[in-house]
């Protein structure tokens, strides 16, 4: 059984390098690269339906929690392998719960693409067991009811002693717990802070 691939990634030099290392294989067909969501859209109504999309996280005109959903609404559902960074968990994590059915290291590219490939093809998820992990640990330490309240009120721009008055607890109170959505969340200010609880799912 052929393979046909579409890649994506925000540039274009991964693109060149991931299909001069599939192009050669037996039974992969490398349909098109794409740089932008518009690019992927061209790319996709011309490939087969049964086409594997292997993408960075991000592309030039956004990550994968915008250009997925994309496909989608218009009606593109390709198996799809993302390619993350072992410092991207978040992304990547977000990635599977956008439907990517594999997650391929970057790292490991050469060794472990190809064979992700035939497996996403069966129907078997591919995850690195650092990711798994991560996902693990987060799942099993999320923030509690409190936190998101003090969360949602730091995005409003509330003061330490705003927060203290809507929530009717201490400014020390609210001091620590904001210490403790900051190691939570592997953060260290504020901004970082209400990105990564908006942008993560948490």
Do not use: W
């Not at 099993?140 to 705003?162: D, M, S, V, W, Y």
Request: aromatic share 4%; hydrophobic share 45%.
């Amino acid at each position: 059984m052929t393979l046909t691939v579409c890649i994506a990634d925000q540039s274009a030099l991964v693109c060149q390098g991931i299909a001069a290392m599939l192009s050669p294989m037996e039974n992969v067909d490398v349909v098109g690269t794409a740089t932008s969501l518009g690019a992927l859209v061209t790319t996709m109504v011309n490939a087969p339906e049964d086409t594997i999309l292997v993408t960075g996280l991000r592309l030039v005109d956004g990550d994968i929690t915008h250009f997925l959903p994309n496909l989608r609404r218009q009606g593109f559902t390709p198996i799809t392998i993302a390619l993350a960074n072992a410092n991207e968990a978040t992304l990547a994590k977000l990635a599977v719960r956008e439907g990517a059915t594999g997650i391929c290291l970057i790292d490991h590219v050469q060794d472990q693409l190809p064979q992700m490939l035939h497996s996403v093809a069966r129907g078997v998820s591919c995850l690195p067991t650092t990711l798994l992990e991560r996902i693990v640990r987060d799942n099993a330490n999320p923030l509690t009811k409190r936190e998101h309240e003090i969360l949602e009120c730091l995005a409003q721009g509330l003061t330490n002693f705003q927060l203290s008055t809507r929530l009717g607890i201490s400014e020390n109170t609210i001091k620590y717990n904001l210490k403790v959505i900051y190691q939570k969340l592997e953060v260290n200010s504020r901004g970082a802070a209400i990105s990564k609880f908006f942008s993560g799912g948490f």
